[in-house]
């Protein structure tokens, strides 16, 4: 303790000397009003940093929303589309498949039925529909009888189903027929239930096919 | 020459001529060959190079024409010198066969006739080479015709082939059932025809856009388009000149047109059928008269006119109301009768309708038989039938009512037997 001595008594005349310093106004110094100044100047700053960033912000928030606006918009008119899309290409689908309906014959007739002059009817907008479409109407026969003879009957019901057509006001130009007899027949059978498939007219599009309109 | 069966000489001199080669001088002596008989011909043991094979074929072929009855036992001893000729007509012969090789590529054959005890023909045959190949096949079918003649008088058709339809194209086999083949280069063809000359033929083609008929020269291979711009042309049929080819043609129903071979003529037509189906033309022999396939009644019916299609009248028909159909209409190369397929009882049958009595013969009732086609014999004829499963070829002998299977394998169908092949008598 002794040893300390000499160093409290520095210690305390310092802060004697300090004390007894006398005091000036704080406002009025260069320093503090210099310090104030910055201060403000910083604040200012601060302020319209802030205020930057709160607008970047705003910005980006409002970028986002419009852009996921626009992705929605584009789901939406993309899922519209696809949609109609669909909706076309079910429609065109259905046309084919009431083109390519086949009507069907009595044994060795050639004679149309009503059922066949009902499925030849539905046929005829679509033809109308599509004023470039040329088609092939194909004969067919069951595998009794002549297999000559056959040929000459599929061409007999080809050209039935042909002549119905044009009677209705397609032009005669725009369907082609051909007999393929018995040569090609679509149920394998030697029984009713597979011979009365096969005496039919089958109805291809030739022409047109790639673009068809639905009536 | 032609063997008699019947005796008409005494059998003193039968007796005197017994083991001698030639008959006795100023006597008539001989046999008669009657329609429904079948004279015994054994056939000689032979030696030589292809000598089982000749004789087999001999054989055989004899056999398929139903008119004799043929003895050739397996084996046996190759004779030497003159032939007992009593031995033989013990065996129930009525002539004897002896087919020799010289070794030089080519076959001598006797006929010996028993009644009379003398060899009645004899000639030499060259047989082309390689041996066994089909021009030697067909070399040994001529000879069979050959003896077939000289035994009955009607030359055989062994010597012939039949174009058919497998796998949608067409084929060719040898009357026996050999050599079974495709015809080279043809695409999907349909109902083919011979001409008389045996060595071009006829056919329907059959195409996605219709059919057409084409018409081919088997030795040069030149094909050439004979059909109009019909949509559907089918059935030819060359006329026995060989001077036009008939076929039918139409958009809407089918009408039977004729087209000269020659000249500037075009082609003409004999049917007028207004949107009814007229088709498979077939001549008479001589070629002025026409049966064909019609519908204009509302049902199939073979109808029958002048070859200009003057006179059509019905040719089939049974009692009123009757809605059966027939086809296939084959004149038979004599004239006299027409065959065809026949609806009896729901199944096709094949008949024949002999032309002086409008009489009509069913030759067929197991199974489904169809569509023939006459030998030049006037005596078989080809047909469909799927009597063995599946649709294949059999022959018919249409006096004794014996068939035989031709084709086997994939289905063969529409058979057109054609002549006699060039070279044969």
Redesign the interface.
Known sequence: MRRHLPRLALVAFSLLTVACVPKKDPSTSPEALAAAAKAKADSVAAAQVEAARVAEAARAEAAAKAEAAAKAAIAKATADSVARAEVIARAITATRSTFAEMIFFDY?RAELTTESRETLEAKLPILRANAGMRI?IAGHTDE??????N???G??RA?AA??YLVSQGIDESRI??????E?RPMVEGADESAWSQNRRDEFEIVVGGDALRVP | MRLRPFLVVSSVVLSAALGAQEPAPGVRIGLTYAPGTRPGVYILPMRGAGADSVRGIVARDLDHGDRVAVIAPEGGVVPSGPLNYALYQRLGAAAVLQMTMPGDGSLQVALHELVSSTVRNSQRFVLPQPAFGPGWRLAVHRVADEVERWVTGQQGVAATRVLFVRGGTLWQVDADGENAMPVPGVGAALGPAWHPNGSTIAWTELGDAGSRILMRDLTSGRTAVMSGRAAANLSPAFAPDGAQLAYAAGNDGTDIVVRPLAGDDGAYAITAGRGSTNAQPTFSPDGRRVAFTTSRLGRNEIYISDSDGANPELLTTSGFGDQLYRSDPSWSPDGRTVAFSTQIEGRFQVATIALRDRSVKQHTSEGINEDPSWAPDARHLVFTSNRGGSRQLWVLDTESGRMRQLTRGSVARMAAWGPRLPGAR
């Open positions: 060795d092939r009794r009888g002549s297999d000559e003879y040929l000459a009957l061409q007999r050209a042909k002549r082609d027929v051909v007999s393929f007899g040569e």
